[in-house]
């Protein structure tokens, strides 16, 4: 059984409207990290600072979804978050 949710779509062949199915939803804490090795997308409520991998540049995550790269495995965030996860 796999861990993560593949993106699904609505309607018929490729056409369709992608939809986000969140399957937890995660309470950061101010500077805590979550572990997004194996998932697909999250979204935040609000902008919120952030880190890849927990080191570099800081940058804003907008307030939404956002897909996760590969080799990305875990994101710090720099202020407390709710984070919706697929």
Same mark, same amino acid.
Request: hydrophobic share 40%; charged share 15%; net charge negative.
């Given at each position: ?5 593949? =993106?699904?779509?609505?309607?018929? +062949? ?16 101010? +500077? ?9 997308? =999250? ?8 880190? =890849?991998?927990?080191? +570099? ?13 590969? +080799?990305?495995?875990? =994101? ?11």
């Amino acid at each position: 059984m796999k861990d993560y949710t593949a =993106i699904p779509y609505s309607g018929y +062949g490729s056409q369709g409207l992608q939809v986000f199915t969140p399957k937890r939803i995660e309470s950061v804490s101010a +500077g805590g990290t979550l572990d997004v090795a194996r998932v697909v997308a =999250i979204r935040v409520p609000s902008d919120v600072d952030y880190q =890849i991998n927990g080191t +570099g540049t800081t940058g804003t995550m907008v307030a939404g979804c956002t897909g996760i790269a590969d +080799g990305v495995t875990s =994101i710090k965030f720099i202020s407390a978050v709710n984070v919706e996860v697929m």
